[in-house]
């Protein structure tokens, strides 16, 4: 499955593209901004989604780290960098 095809379902049943959601949050926070500036709005949400990647995949294999950056397609020293650098490990 591609990005592309993640998606989540919504109350009424129908399929929501995970861009969608993210498009959603992404307005929320600038309605929320009222007007007001940001700054390195990248990092913040790359930060963000990254962390929680990082848990996600980590809980699913049971905290196999090889297994972990296979699913990511990164390496396994890239992938101890990141734990280290959210506090995962």
């Known amino acids: 499955m591609s990005l592309d ?3 989540h379902v919504d109350p009424a049943g129908d399929a929501v593209p995970l861009a969608k959601h993210v498009e959603t949050v992404l307005d929320d926070y600038f309605q929320r901004l009222g ?3 940001t700054i390195d709005l990248y990092g913040l949400i790359m930060g963000e989604v990254e962390k929680s990647l990082l848990e996600v995949v980590m809980r699913e ?3 196999n780290q090889t297994r972990a950056a296979e699913i ?3 390496n396994r020293t890239t992938l101890r960098k ?3 650098h959210h506090s995962l490990v």
């Open 5 to 7: 095809d993640a998606s």
């Open 35 to 37: 007007g007001h500036s």
């Open 61 to 63: 294999v049971g905290g």
């Open 72 to 74: 990511l397609g990164i």
């Open 82 to 84: 990141k734990l280290r």
